[in-house]
């Protein structure tokens, strides 16, 4: 990614093994601050382990990465997860309703969320506060994934990560996940990074875009690029000849 823009991710030359396996290999760019990249690429090209990283679920086996301009490593890593969120495809759900599943990211710091945080947030996420009082067990694909999303933005994230989450949604529900997540990135500055397969949501919805293959980053830039990439991998990728 270029470096003309202030970057809310940096990696500098970060490798991560698994053993004997190698899994990311020199990886090296920049994701924008306050804007949407879309990161896409075939199964198993390291995609979501890129992802734990910046979470510090797991170590890079060399290289730095920053985040905000400052090594990762130098966080606490209860305030690093507080200020990088992160949203899978699978949205899991404790028992209950879905305020108690909004509170949760204060309840395991020993804190409450107020009914009017709570409304807000629903509104946020183009839900009724009467969902405040819904079970969880109630509530539709696209609806639990709109209470995942509100409840990792009880922390206020400066970034945010998303793991395929509109992937086993109809298409109305993605187009809902969709309008909310640029919403989200336009009121809040939030910058937000989305592993997608969904190459036309790639374009539509990433500012940006990266490409990885086996570990790499083969290619990146303004999404656009992805319409006429110049790697000759990429356009066998956007071609359907790599899954």
């Not at 990614?1 to 030359?13: G, V």
């Not at 949760?104 to 629903?122: F, I, R």
Request: proline share 3%; charged share 25%; with cysteine.
């Amino acid at each position: 990614m270029t470096d003309s823009y202030e970057a809310a991710i940096q990696f500098k030359h970060v490798n991560f093994s698994d053993r004997s396996t190698s899994i990311l290999k020199d990886i090296t760019g920049s994701f924008p601050k306050g804007k949407i990249t879309t990161l896409v690429g075939p199964s198993g090209a390291g995609k979501t382990t890129l992802f734990r990283l910046c979470n510090r679920l797991i170590s890079p086996s060399s290289g730095e990465i920053l985040i905000s301009g400052k090594k990762i490593d130098q966080y606490n890593p209860i305030e690093l997860r507080q200020n990088v969120g992160l949203a899978l495809q699978s949205a899991t759900m404790i028992r209950g309703t879905v305020m108690k599943n909004l509170s949760l990211p204060l309840t395991l710091k020993g804190s409450k969320l107020s009914k009017e945080d709570a409304k807000e947030l629903m509104q946020d996420v183009g839900l009724s506060e009467g969902f405040l009082t819904r079970n969880v067990k109630e509530l539709s694909g696209g609806q639990r994934q709109k209470v995942s999303i509100a409840r990792t933005l009880v922390n206020k994230p400066k970034i945010l990560l998303l793991d395929e989450i509109t992937s086993s949604l109809d298409r109305v529900s993605q187009q809902d996940i969709e309008e909310l997540i640029v919403r989200i990135n336009q009121k809040y500055g939030t910058t937000i990074i989305w592993i997608t397969h969904n190459l036309t949501q790639a374009i539509t919805i990433g500012k940006y875009s990266w490409v990885m293959i086996d570990g790499e980053v083969i290619e990146s830039g303004e999404s656009s690029f992805l319409n006429n990439p110049q790697n000759d991998r990429v356009k066998q990728f956007i071609k359907g000849d790599l899954v």
